[in-house]
Nanobody
């Protein structure tokens, strides 16, 4: 079955860290660019980060220097390490598989995880 499964969210305090995981199955994971997006209540889905190979990584300005995306192709998993979390990072985080050309556009992604909730208290 072709799917992405997100995990690792939770409730933390400002300044804490979390690591999200996204396990892929049913397709050749290493062939694809993978991305993370987030959506806060009442807001549009927002690009967070994308990764091709380990040396080809892109971040939204809002998370640059705090978040790190990585992948383990042997485990078919992409990660998002989130440090120095802020209350404004609160959102549902989803990983996605990119098939289009624009890393930052949700329309470039055709397969989405179910999402994992991240809540940051001040």
């Amino acid at each position: 079955q072709v799917q992405l499964r997100d995990s690792g969210g939770g409730l933390v305090q400002a300044g804490d860290s979390l690591r999200l995981s996204c396990a892929a199955s049913g397709f050749r994971f290493s062939f694809y660019v993978m991305g993370w997006f987030r959506q806060a209540p009442g807001k549009e889905r927002e690009f967070v980060a994308a990764i091709r190979a380990s040396s080809s990584i892109y971040y939204a300005d809002s998370v640059k220097g705090r978040f790190t995306i990585s992948r383990d192709d042997a485990k078919n998993t992409v990660y998002l390490q989130m440090n120095s979390l802020k209350p404004e990072d609160k959102a549902v985080y989803c990983c996605a598989r990119r098939v289009g050309s624009d890393d930052r556009n949700p329309s470039s992604y055709d397969l989405w995880g179910q999402g994992t909730q991240v809540t940051v208290s001040s």
